[in-house]
């Protein structure tokens, strides 16, 4: 579909190359933001780690720039741009028209200089290709009968449409990217062996230069970011190029007939936003919502511009250090510095010869397989909804309902370790779960009331069953709050530890020996009865009462402690554990009634 006398010349493109944007997984810190911030949700998790599905990617590189711990990664094409530039082959460096905000602070001229003194022979912008490219827009849109149309040059926009909407592959104007457009008429005014370098504001143009479809105009294609790197590189290493070759300052092209990467300037200013028959998207996750509701009926635009970003000024690769406003505000200024002549482009474009500029696209739809209903429901039982009325559909997960989590882990995309309700729900599970099995008081090292109540059970039951004998000795601190007072709280904590080791160093290994609360210890004395049970008592208090505590918190004096005990034993009148303690504390509560320092006993047992 070329016009008479129209120019197309092209390399090439088929080339062995690795996947465009990869994941670096010893790198990756499991904060899943890339999957979250995925709009084609092309990052699976597996085995903890995040993996890109390659087929699924449209290469928009939110994921890179989402990551903190950069473990995704863009490909580096720089290798293949230093090999043509030690060639002997005259190579044109062709700049994205973003390349002042891209390469800020560097002024154009200082871009020119240091891309002169890495060895291109020439500079040249995609100005021109995108008013080139306007031209073909209207020209379509033009035409009586002109059907729905997506207008986009944008390579994640068409690769979107490719997988994701294949239904809509015939709706994308067949119209070439700017650059293409502008190495070939690079091909067509410069000599046949130019070598041609596209510099891009985005990662997926990279990964487009090589599709067959477009004749690989261009040799290699790098991003700004790249070529920053290669011009600092360049600077720190010196080499045998002057970094300040002498460049003159060259004519401005002023752009009269397009606006970001080729749109027409008439086909946006006719276009009323309250008429629908204009649509502009920016973002995948609009233009998806926008093509289902075209399906559904639910409005049918006559057109839509589409783009990634908010202009390729936002790309990936541009500053991305840098607002949107800040660049826009650098573009601007470089735009209407003074000193620099403009060339209007209606005025070249009557001189310049014509290039093809007409593409085709063929759909390459994802083939996404769909567990039936049944299964669904099931795989959300397994993440805990009983039912589809109880998903929460937060999107914590990185997809938007709890259904379709559900289907990408049928696809072995996902699990539910990334539905982070559940884990939440999970974790406070297991930590109950956990302190349940704690049995060990942590200040003192002696059991807890935990241990000790199922102790108490068990004992009980075997004294109900076979008779043998039980006796339980409680045991308060006389006047604790003073002790408190005295040494404070991290002396009295030692004295309580003191004590602990105290009783249960003095008692057998088949007795037990708890903190039950503040300064109360338990001793379960199984086959003990109520005499020797007090015996137990008695000595126990003497051995506290006798010993001298440490000094702690500063405090050198002679501290001394003394406590009380109640003692009880199991009769057949209780009915469980909690008779015996109860027995046990009427006990210590008489001794502490009497005075300190004292034994009491129970009446019963």
Request: with cysteine; charged share 25%; proline share 6%.
């Amino acid at each position: 579909m070329s016009d008479e006398g129209v120019i197309s010349t092209g390399r090439p493109a088929a080339r062995e190359r690795e996947p465009l944007i990869v994941h670096d997984k010893p790198s990756c810190t499991e904060c899943w933001g890339c999957v979250r911030v995925c709009p084609v949700r092309a990052i699976r998790v597996v085995e903890g780690r995040s993996e890109i599905i390659q087929e699924k990617c449209v290469a928009c590189g939110l994921c890179v720039g989402e990551c903190g711990a950069r473990a995704h990664k863009v490909r580096d094409d720089t290798p293949a741009v230093r090999e043509l530039l030690r060639s002997r082959r005259p190579v044109v460096a062709l700049l994205a028209s973003e390349f002042t905000a891209a390469l800020h602070p560097l002024t154009p001229l200082a871009v020119e200089r240091a891309l002169a003194g890495l060895g291109f022979s020439s500079v040249e912008t995609t100005a021109l290709g995108e008013e080139i490219v306007a031209i073909e827009y209207e020209r379509i849109a033009a035409r009586e009968g002109t059907p729905f149309t997506i207008r986009s040059t944008c390579p994640v926009v068409v690769d979107f449409v490719r997988k994701y909407h294949p239904a809509f592959v015939p709706a994308l104007a067949p119209v070439v990217p700017p650059y293409v457009a502008q190495a070939r008429l690079i091909r067509a005014m410069y000599s046949d062996d130019v070598a041609i370098v596209y510099v891009s504001p985005c990662f997926a143009r990279k990964d487009e230069v090589f599709d067959p479809h477009l004749e690989g105009p261009v040799d290699a294609a790098i991003d700004f970011l790249e070529l920053k790197q290669m011009i600092v590189s360049q600077e720190r290493g010196g080499g045998h190029r002057a970094m300040h070759a002498n460049v003159t300052a060259r004519p401005r092209i002023l752009k009269q007939l397009s606006l970001t990467d080729g749109f027409p300037r008439e086909a946006l200013a006719k276009g009323s936003p309250t008429d629908g028959q204009v649509h502009v998207v920016r973002g995948i996750p609009d233009l998806d919502r926008l093509l289902k509701a075209i399906a559904a009926g639910e409005t049918a635009p006559a057109v839509i511009d589409a783009l990634n970003c908010e202009g390729c000024i936002d790309g990936p690769a541009v500053n991305p250090g840098m607002s949107l406003f800040a660049k826009r505000n650098v573009d601007r200024a470089a735009r209407t510095a003074p000193g620099v002549a403009a060339v209007s482009t209606r005025t070249l474009m009557e001189v310049l010869p014509k290039v093809e500029v007409v593409r085709s696209f063929r759909p390459d739809p994802v083939h996404l397989p769909r567990p039936s209903d049944a299964l669904i429901d099931a795989l959300l039982a397994d993440g805990g909804f009983a039912s589809r009325a109880e998903v929460l559909d937060c999107g914590a997960c990185g997809y938007p309902t709890c259904v379709e989590h559900a289907e990408a882990i049928f696809r072995g995309d996902s699990s539910w370790e990334m539905c982070f309700p559940l884990q939440r729900r999970r974790l406070q599970q297991a930590e109950t779960a956990l302190e349940a099995l704690v049995t060990i008081d942590e200040l003192t090292g002696v059991w807890n009331d935990r241990a000790f109540d199922e102790r108490l059970g068990l004992e009980m039951a075997r004294h109900a069953r076979y008779g043998t004998p039980l006796s339980l000795v409680l045991l308060d601190i006389d006047g604790f709050g003073a002790v408190n007072d005295l040494l404070g709280e991290s002396g009295a904590d030692e004295v309580l530890k003191r004590i602990a080791e105290t009783l249960a160093g003095s008692v057998r290994s088949t007795d037990m020996v708890a903190r039950l609360r503040g300064d109360q210890f338990a001793v379960l004395l199984p086959g003990v009865g109520k005499t020797a049970a007090f015996a137990v008592a008695e000595k126990l208090r003497a051995l506290v009462r006798e010993q001298r505590m440490p000094a702690v918190s500063g405090y050198t004096g002679d501290v001394r402690v003394t406590m009380s005990a109640g003692v009880a034993s199991a009769d057949k009148e209780m009915l469980g554990g909690d008779d015996l303690l109860a027995a046990a504390e009427n006990a210590l509560l008489e001794a502490v009634q009497q005075g300190s320092d004292r034994v009491g006993i129970a009446a019963s047992g």
